[in-house]
């Protein structure tokens, strides 16, 4: 069984270009989550995703960044006009549905490190 | 606002020695997840913690939760360096019912040395 799919691993953008990262999650899982974690530092909760809804994007800065989970195809996180201090590795979570206030384990992807120049 | 304090935030310790690294949070919770993440490298998923008292085991770590002191563990014994990484608790609010995002704790960077 595939795992969750990140791509691209690593991405270099120079400032005031736009950044798309892009998240495949587990197989069958319905459930999307994105968190940024800084240089030594720990992660930070962005955004959570079910197909073609946002549930949870208090985490998400409030421009530049937008997400999406379309009824086909992968997750995507779009940063633009990335600035330095977007500069980060981006993970990806995935999980099963939940039934009321009981979730299942979130399975993270590698990650997508970004780096502005 | 959730706060996850995790501390030591750095540990330096030979082999074969135990240690506990502690995670504390600020509110009422009862799923907890350890978690263990080598440099550059994902996220691999230790423990899920989901009651009070529940205790887990993989060989030499151990990890509980104890939901009333808002407080779990992770015990190290006899450490070895194939330990070495940074161990991360993350913890989901009861309050939360439309999903489970996870706040993190700051990680505790653990080296074992020979």
């Known amino acids: 069984n595939a795992g969750v799919m990140q791509n691209p691993r690593h991405l270099v953008r120079r400032r005031g270009q736009e950044a798309r990262l892009r998240c495949s999650p587990v197989?069958?899982?319905?459930?999307v989550y994105w968190y940024r974690q800084l240089p030594e530092e720990g992660l930070k909760f962005m955004v959570y995703?079910?197909?073609?809804?946002?549930?949870?994007e208090s985490g998400m800065p409030k421009e530049r960044f937008s997400a999406e989970f379309p009824k086909e195809g992968p997750s995507i996180l779009r940063i633009q006009q990335v600035v330095r201090g977007d500069s980060a590795a981006y993970f990806c979570?995935?999980?099963?549905?939940?039934?009321?206030?009981?979730?299942?384990?979130?399975?993270f992807g590698p990650g997508t490190r970004l780096t502005v120049t | 606002e959730l706060k996850v304090e995790q501390n030591p935030l750095f540990l330096s310790m030979q082999e074969g020695k135990n240690y506990t690294i502690y995670c504390n949070y600020s509110?009422?919770?009862?799923?907890l997840y350890w978690y263990r993440q080598d440099p550059g490298k994902s996220l691999e998923s230790l423990f899920v913690?989901?009651?009070?008292?529940a205790v887990k085991q993989e060989g030499r770590l151990m990890a509980s939760l104890d939901t009333k002191a808002r407080l779990s563990t992770l015990h190290i014994t006899a450490a070895v360096h194939d330990l070495s990484a940074t161990y991360f608790c993350?913890?989901?609010?009861?309050?939360?019912?439309?999903?489970?995002?996870?706040?993190f704790g700051e990680g505790t960077q653990l080296t074992v040395n020979p």
């Open positions: 979570a995935s999980s099963r549905l939940s039934q009321g206030s009981w979730a299942y384990e979130q399975y």
């Open positions: 197989k069958g899982h319905s459930h």
């Open positions: 995703l079910q197909k073609e809804n946002i549930i949870d």
């Open positions: 509110t009422t919770s009862d799923r």
């Open positions: 913690l989901l009651s009070n008292g």
């Open positions: 993350a913890v989901v609010p009861l309050s939360e019912t439309s999903g489970s995002r996870l706040t």
